[in-house]
């Protein structure tokens, strides 16, 4: 490593040390554990959820603090997975089959005690990855200029692949729908006003953080919602005693953490691979490489820490490439690309020299929060236990309220409410129809460097940066992942005897959700025809090409034989991840109840926002929880009311007080000037 790396390095961890950044990350580790204990929340949620608060803090401490979120939810995830059968994350999935086995052998403690101390070698691992990545990547990066960059975010785009599970022509709409989300605003080479439709609060652009809440806190909350049961039912179990017992086996097959671990981390560094994979490919190499495997699957501890091991590793992983190219690792990595643009950071050759300093700050917060989740995570099991059978009805209307907040955070106008509950409401839909939400959030961060890049390389070399070596190797590889899952399906579909076969039309609400799409994507050609040339050529180019992957989505919704569109499903990209479900029995549930619910989970959402608007957001934050626990929690008055006191109280303390937010004007206090210090 070069002296400067080195001195980098110390110097970042001087600076994290300091004891407010070390509280900051401290307090990442707390929410992580708790958000990976709840099913169906994991570290796509818990990064949207964090991203509102970051905004007034320094680089270092807001990353500390998404980065200490993210690194532990791993850890804690092991909780629902070991006591109930029910992973917290994708990533614990693995974790049951040997998991939960255990605790009802009476051995969840041994269980906790493997786990955690794997998901700590494991993490550190991931960390070492990361920071023996940076000086081997600082003089290859150094070379790249803007037309080599844009055909890397190029080729991070074309991620919609594999980020989209089984569904790439879907997915290749939604990273559509993420760049014209991206380009809505004043154009920034011509001052000519893109989709803003005359209103002054789209003039600057849809804020990420509204837009990402609503596509993946509020869905998952839904479906929480709908299934209005609490994760454990009612189960306790005692996860202390022989956690030793599992600490001493960890410890014991060491090499097995290590390869795994390593694998992992490995793993992660391959954008878009994600978690869903790399914890059931670490069990598989751990089944085929460890000896006497006959009880795996049936509460052998070794299965518990290849899983573990693994999946707290792929976190320094997918940080390589999202840091030293712009390119997510997974799908969490491209809301961090966000955070990064929020704080004016550009990922990519300035991470490496300029802001060496924040990415070695990354690389410690990595190390630092595994060792801290996994110390908290062995001490206070039987409380992080407890957490996943508090009932929804409480849960609920306490996380919602502190979303309501978050979202005001993006541009701090009602717009940003607004915006919460719209794509909130396509969100869920979006995961009830099968659509994947990663691509169109990645769309969304990467729309602008793309702008920004293509504008520089063109005004530079005019067209004759598409004839650079690098450009042509990373749009082919961008090509070939946009086209070989579709080619691969069609293949499939060939060789198994049922080719492409016609029948009539039959209308489900997938396809009408598409021709929603397709509609709406002609509406903003319809628009922008009218734009300056220079305007309109990208916007232009991004809708046709979704327009046409939306109507070749809806052919094979309308017209295609459901067996082969069921081959074509399960022949998607080999081991691509998937839009994974909340852990809510929504799904078991008869549809016609899962919408009447949905209905009235938006409609309280709904509620909020009028009732904040005529009275103040923190006034608004009272009666909501108050009502909500009451009617739709059902529980009683008085532990309603003591739960909207101490939500409202916290609230008033950390927003107003400490961060002294700007609360909107709201009817009531603008009518009476004398109310409005008592109506925030």
């Known amino acids: 490593m070069e002296a400067s790396a080195l001195e980098a390095a110390a110097a970042a961890l001087t600076i ?26 994991g570290g796509i949620v818990g990064l949207a959820l964090l991203l509102p608060f970051t905004f007034e803090m320094d680089a270092y401490s807001a990353f500390a603090f998404l980065i200490g979120m993210g690194s532990v939810t791993t850890t804690s995830d092991t909780v629902p997975a070991v006591l109930f059968g029910v992973p917290g994350t994708t990533g614990s999935a693995a974790t049951i089959l040997d998991g939960h086995p255990l605790a009802k052998a009476g051995q969840a403690g041994r269980a906790f005690g493997a786990a955690y101390t794997a998901s700590l070698l494991g993490g550190i691992a991931g960390a070492a990855l990361l920071a023996v990545s940076i000086p081997i990547l600082r003089p290859v990066i150094l070379y790249l200029g803007s037309p080599e960059l844009l055909a890397i975010c190029i080729f991070g785009l074309s991620m919609v692949a594999v980020l989209s599970g089984k569904a790439p022509l879907k997915g290749m709409v939604a990273a559509g729908l993420g760049l014209v989300v991206a380009m809505v605003g004043s154009d920034p080479q011509t001052g000519t006003m893109r989709w803003t439709f005359d209103t002054l609060y789209l003039w600057d652009g849809l804020p990420l953080v509204p837009v990402t809440l609503g596509l993946f806190a509020l869905p998952e909350l839904a479906d929480l919602a709908i299934g209005r049961r609490s994760i454990g039912g009612g189960v306790r179990a005692d996860t202390r005693s022989g956690q030793l017992a599992g600490i001493r086996d960890a410890l014991t ?60 590793a792929k976190e320094g992983g997918s940080l390589v490439p999202t840091i030293a190219f712009g390119v997510p690792g997974s799908a969490s990595m491209a809301i961090l690309l966000g955070a990064f643009m929020m704080h004016g950071l550009v990922p990519g050759p300035r991470m490496l020299t300029d802001n060496l300093e924040i990415t070695y700050s990354i690389v410690w917060s990595i190390a630092l929060a595994n060792v801290l989740g996994a110390g908290l995570c062995l001490a206070f099991s039987n409380q992080l236990a407890r957490v996943a059978s508090i009932r929804i009805g ?26 919460l509950l719209g794509f909130g409401v396509f969100g869920w839909i979006m995961k009830q129809q099968g659509w994947p939400r990663p ?46 899952p579709l080619l691969r399906n069609f293949r499939v579909a060939m060789t198994q005897g049922q080719g492409l076969r016609i029948v009539r039309p039959r209308l489900t609400s997938s396809a009408v959700f ?19 040339f220079e305007a309109r050529i990208v916007p232009l180019a991004v809708t046709s090409v979704a327009l046409l992957c939306a109507v070749l989505s809806l052919a094979n919704e ?60 923190l006034a608004a934050m009272f009666l909501f929880v108050t009502l909500c626990v009451r009617f739709w929690g059902r529980e009683p008055l008085g532990r309603a009311l003591l739960l909207a006191t101490g939500v409202t109280a916290f609230s008033l303390l950390l927003f107003d007080q400490l961060l002294v937010i700007p609360w909107p004007q709201n009817t009531l206090g603008g009518a009476f000037p004398a109310l409005q210090p008592y109506l925030k």
């Not at 994290?16 to 990976?36: D, F, H, K, N």
């Not at 598409?514 to 300056?532: K, Q, Y």
């Not at 309308?558 to 998607?572: D, I, K, M, Y």
């Open 16 to 41: 994290l040390l300091e004891p407010s950044r070390l509280a900051v990350l401290g307090a990442g580790v707390l929410v992580g554990l708790t958000i990976g204990v709840i099913p169906g929340l």
């Open 253 to 312: 097959h060491w090499w097995l953490v290590l390869r795994c671990s390593w694998l992992g981390a490995a793993l992660g560094a391959v954008p878009g691979l994600g978690s869903a994979v790399i914890d059931w490919l670490a069990y598989g190499h751990a089944l085929k490489t460890e000896k006497n495997t006959e009880g795996f699957g049936k509460g052998d501890i070794r299965g518990v820490i290849a899983s573990e091991s693994s999946n707290n």
């Open 394 to 419: 409480l849960l609920l209307p306490v996380v919602l309220a502190i979303i309501f907040v978050g979202a005001f955070q993006g541009s701090r106008q009602w717009g940003d409410l607004y915006v």
């Open 439 to 484: 691509p169109l959030i990645l769309g969304v961060v990467l729309g602008e460097i793309v702008e920004r890049y293509l504008f520089i390389s063109v005004g530079r070399y005019d067209w004759a940066w598409m004839t650079r070596p690098l450009v042509i190797l990373f749009i082919t590889l961008a090509v070939l992942g946009l086209v070989g």
């Open 514 to 532: 598409t021709s929603f799409i397709i509609a709406a994507l002609l509406v903003c050609i319809r628009m922008l025809v009218e734009w300056n």
């Open 558 to 617: 309308l017209f295609l034989q459901p067996a082969t569109r069921a081959s074509q499903a399960s022949s998607g990209p080999r081991g691509a991840p998937t839009d994974p479900p909340a852990a809510s029995v929504a799904a078991q549930d008869n549809p016609r109840t899962v919408l009447s619910r949905a209905v009235e989970f938006f409609a309280w959402c709904g509620g909020y926002l009028v009732v904040a608007k005529l009275i103040g957001m």
